[in-house]
């Protein structure tokens, strides 16, 4: 390999992939999986796997780092804060080897049945003003993030594909690399002339969806020490908040039907049927509060969003929070936290 593409912000590393594989001219993706990594391996949107591998075979005038791909251009950032300590190292570990995918998935508590997660996000606007200014584009990792639906920087609905012949880009193909270009590359159709939504819902939620982007974007740019060492204080700011807002019994007893009623109430069954997070009795929302295991981050920006406003309201708890205490000088682990009836 005697070349590399420079990288643009915010871009996520399968793009990266697809632009070296555009100009080099290869026609199979295995050839160019050669050239970057020297094995046949496959790499998919989120997680980049033997990294070192290739910082090695690019050229070293470009100076590029394993940790500038993986903090930089992948979507691990947005997993980092819910990941238990032992997930974290077994991830990281795994994607230093060629570990198939689905071992890395179950180890950040991953929406199966996620219904977008296969297919890359783009904003018109972007692409618009990226070949303006670059005379090309590029798929960014935040509009990647599942349960991102709105570039934040236009506040305009990302769009998956062609709405003139139904082609959707797609990571599903293992023998395909898309690069994000201006013409459809199944129809030929001028993609800066379309936005089409693949739900309606996703404009009737326009506001609470773009409150969320706002929040998914947050994760990956406020990358500091307060969110590297948040999981292990998330139950204890859970409980406290739970507590404050009249959640739990004087026992103990999470009123987790009272508080299903009130998330319900506060998001909708809709919006969170359209987020692959709806509610069920004994389901996601305990798991996050209980704390023993990685849950997607999705699950947790809502429930921040539902108890602290915001990330930055999560913060401020965090500041104020005794790490000793939460009520009565006793924090409730898990085991001691019951469902009323």
């Not at 094995?39 to 290739?54: A, G, S, Y």
């Not at 570990?93 to 198939?100: D, E, H, S, V, W």
């Not at 972007?126 to 639906?149: M, V």
């Not at 103990?252 to 359209?274: A, G, P, Q, V, W």
Request: net charge positive.
């Amino acid at each position: 390999m005697n070349f590399f593409p420079n990288l643009y912000p915010d871009e996520i590393l399968y793009s990266i992939l697809a632009r070296y594989h555009h100009l080099s001219g290869n026609l199979k993706v295995d050839k160019t999986m050669i050239d970057l990594y020297g094995v046949k391996c496959t790499q998919i949107l989120d997680f980049p796997k033997i990294t070192n591998r290739l910082v090695k075979n690019i050229p070293g005038k470009y100076n590029y780092s394993e940790q500038d791909f993986i903090r930089k251009h992948s979507l691990l950032p947005y997993f980092l804060p819910f990941l238990t300590p032992k997930n974290k190292q077994q991830v990281l570990k795994m994607m230093a080897t060629n570990t198939r995918y689905r071992f890395i998935h179950s180890q950040v508590g991953y929406i199966a049945k996620s219904t977008i997660s296969n297919h890359l996000k783009y904003c018109t606007s972007c692409l618009i003003e990226d070949l303006n200014k670059n005379g090309e584009s590029y798929w960014r990792r935040t509009h990647q993030a599942p349960g991102n639906f709105y570039c934040l920087d236009h506040q305009r609905i990302l769009s998956t594909g062609c709405e003139e012949c139904g082609f959707h880009f797609t990571t599903k193909l293992r023998n395909k690399l898309y690069i994000l270009k201006q013409f459809c590359p199944k129809c030929g159709s001028d993609l800066t002339l379309q936005n089409h939504s693949w739900s309606p819902l996703i404009s009737e939620f326009k506001t609470e969806l773009i409150e969320i982007s706002s929040e998914i974007n947050y994760l990956f740019n406020e990358q500091n020490i307060w969110l590297d060492e948040l999981f292990t204080k998330l139950h204890n700011l859970y409980v406290k908040k739970l507590i404050e807002a009249n959640f739990y019994e004087i026992d103990n007893k999470l009123r987790l039907r009272k508080l299903i009623y009130f998330f319900e109430k506060f998001y909708s069954r809709s919006l969170l049927e359209l987020l692959g997070c709806d509610v069920e009795i004994g389901g996601w929302l305990r798991e996050c509060i209980d704390g023993e295991y990685a849950r997607h981050p999705l699950k947790h920006l809502l429930l921040i969003k539902f108890l602290f406003g915001s990330l930055n309201g999560l913060k401020l708890q965090q500041t104020s929070l005794n790490p000793n205490t939460i009520q009565n000088g006793s924090i409730l682990s898990s085991s001691e936290i019951k469902i009323a009836a």
